[in-house]
């Protein structure tokens, strides 16, 4: 059966990739670097999120590397590492919450070790999603971000913001013949954090980026 691609089909494939994209962008994820020099890493201990990206840098004058192997360490929950070598940068994603250890093979005897503790994904996270009351714009956002509301929803009573682990930051409440609230952003670091809407017996909980 040959399919014709009319100019309404196209447009809907259009607009479908660009939410997907969208969609992609949104995830949260955080860029930690680890400053690999002669016979340390640092931080040496560092604590992440699931789906961060840990960044080693080598700027040392010997030969190093990251072996975070589960040959190598079998508790870890998954094997991550790179070749000795000088001047190099490597990183590696972290998909799986638990405990890693690793080291530097020439120099692990003189104490060139490391670890990462990658925390699981939150609670809050897990409720994050689409709503048909609320919508965030821009989203990412730099300096603000606006709360738009739907005439069909009802009013929003009360508004929480929690960061990307859970923690509560700030709460607004809310007048309650708003159609619409811009809060500020330009305090936040860059990263990913939660809104959560709170309107009677409902709560919507949306996700947006700080960039």
């Not at 949260?28 to 990206?53: C, N, R, S, W």
């Not at 104490?111 to 996270?125: E, L, S, W, Y």
């Amino acid at each position: 059966m040959k399919t014709t691609f009319t100019p309404s089909i196209i447009r809907t494939f259009f607009l479908t990739f660009i939410v997907a994209i969208s969609t992609l962008n949104m995830v949260a994820q955080t860029t930690h670097q680890v400053a690999v020099t002669d016979y340390q890493f640092t931080p040496k201990d560092l604590t992440i999120e699931v789906g961060d990206i840990v960044v080693w840098t080598n700027t040392g004058t010997m030969g190093h590397n990251v072996n975070g192997t589960q040959t190598t360490f079998p508790n870890n929950p998954e094997s991550f590492g790179n070749n000795v070598g000088l001047a190099w940068t490597f990183e590696h994603t972290f998909n799986t919450a638990g405990s890693y250890d690793y080291h530097c093979d020439p120099h692990f005897l003189l104490g060139m070790t490391g670890t990462v503790t990658v925390n699981p994904a939150t609670a809050i996270d897990e409720l994050a999603g689409e709503s048909t009351n609320f919508r965030l714009y821009p989203n990412p956002a730099s300096q603000y971000i606006d709360l738009l509301i739907s005439g069909k929803s009802g009013k929003a009573s009360l508004m929480k913001v929690y960061s990307i682990v859970g923690a509560l930051i700030d709460e607004k409440v809310l007048p309650s013949s708003v159609e619409s609230y811009r809060y500020d952003l330009s305090g936040f670091k860059n990263g990913a954090y939660f809104i959560e809407i709170n309107s009677g017996n409902t709560r919507d909980v949306l996700k947006f980026l700080k960039q």
